[in-house]
Structures are given as C-alpha cells and as structure tokens.
C-alpha cells in the first residue's frame, strides 16, 4: 500500500458547486498536513495547512484531518474557473519526509 | 519580492551532454530541495540540503548531484543525462521554522527534455 493515496481526477464541476478532494494515507506518525494548488506551468503553493486533527477554514477552503481514519480532505465552497489547477496533499511526521499525493486535477467550468 | 529562481524554465538536451539546472532564493533560506515531477508518480525528493555544505539523497537521488557552496544556491546537476531523466523538476527552499511544518516554497518548475 502506498503511503500516500490520492485520486487523480480529472474532476469537472460547474462553477459554483462545493468541491470535495481527499487523500488516504497509511502512516499513522504523520501529524502535518497540507494542501497545495499546482496551476499548469506553475510550481506547487501551499494553500491550506493543518496540524493533526480537525478542521481549519480559510475563506472558501476548508481542510478537515481525520486521524482515526487517516482520511484527509479539502473542500472548496463556491467554486471558481480559478480554482481549476491540480491539487496536491502532502503529509509528515516523526522522521518521515514531506510525503506528496499524486495530485488530483480539478476543472471547473463556467 | 521572495522568491525561488529556477533556470533554465525549458531545456531540450542529448543523452550524456552534461547539464546544470540553477535554483536561488531570496530569502535567506537554511533549508533548499530539489524534485522531480512525473505523471502517475507525483512529487519525488531528489536531494536536499539542511544548510550550507551540508546535502543529503531524498527518494530518487540516482543520476544527479548537488552543491551548496553559498546559502541562496542549490544547482542540481545530470553528469550524463539520460531519456529516464526527462521531467518537470521543482527546486523549494524553506526556512527552519516552518521546515518543522513542513512549509515549502517552490519554484515555477524546469522542464527537462532528454533526447
């Protein structure tokens, strides 16, 4: 099993929907956990980051961490075409290096 | 304006004609890393450095090597490039604070062709 899981879309979503992206991880030491928008030809910006479990919102994002199922997610409210880029979780803890889901691409239409 | 610097952004290049990707950052930095991005396997750690002097290998350290001569520079080099090499590489820089989080800044990314 892989560290870290992610589903790498594409995910389409007409603008203004709720966007749900989560991540499965295997790891029972990580503790940090962050989201990162990756627009195309771009490199990766942290967007959301969360120290182990529950919830932290930001604007229209909001990052929940649930530890007892190692299953993290980042909801986006009132989705924009701006919004569209790919989205990577990322995770660490103990001596574990920053670990990077796959990415999940995310279109959303206008 | 903090940034991290990464050049060349594209580079098309031959089996084994050696090549340097430059990476600098403004913002005093302790902490500076290189990876590589590929479809289906997501963000791969290359090397990193702690500080001055001071490298390590990451998950894929085969192939290339690294400096850190002065703080706000970390080059990555392909002694001999081959076609498996061929990537979108992303150098990021941290400072120790927000390392124990785990925060990085990321450069735009190089993109590297190998024929």
């Known amino acids: 099993q892989k560290e870290v899981e992610q589903d790498p879309g594409p995910l389409s979503v007409p603008e203004g929907a709720i966007v749900s992206l989560n991540c499965t991880y295997s790891n029972s030491a990580f503790q940090y956990f962050m989201w990162y928008r990756q627009y195309s030809r771009k490199g990766p910006e942290l967007l959301m980051y969360?120290?182990?479990?529950g919830n932290k919102e930001d604007g229209r994002f909001t990052a929940q961490v649930d530890k007892s199922s190692k299953y993290i997610s980042l909801f986006i409210r009132d989705s924009q075409p701006s919004d569209s880029a790919t989205y990577l979780c990322a995770m660490t803890g103990g001596n574990t290096p920053l670990v990077f889901g796959k990415g999940t691409r995310l279109s959303v239409i206008a | 304006e903090a940034q991290v610097t990464q050049n060349p952004r594209y580079l098309i290049t031959v089996t084994g004609k050696k090549l340097t990707v430059t990476c600098s950052q403004n913002?005093?930095?302790?902490?500076m890393s290189w990876y590589r991005q590929d479809p289906g396997l997501g963000l791969r750690q290359i090397y990193y450095s702690m500080n001055v002097e001071v490298t390590d290998k990451g998950d894929v350290p085969e192939g290339y090597k690294v400096s850190r001569k002065e703080k706000r520079n970390f080059p990555l080099i392909l002694e001999s490039p081959s076609p498996n090499q061929t990537s979108l590489y992303f150098c990021a820089s941290a400072d120790y604070l927000e390392l124990a989080k785990n925060i990085q800044y990321f450069g735009a990314g190089t993109r590297l062709s190998v024929l």
């Open positions: 913002m005093n930095h302790e902490y």
């Open positions: 969360t120290y182990s479990s």
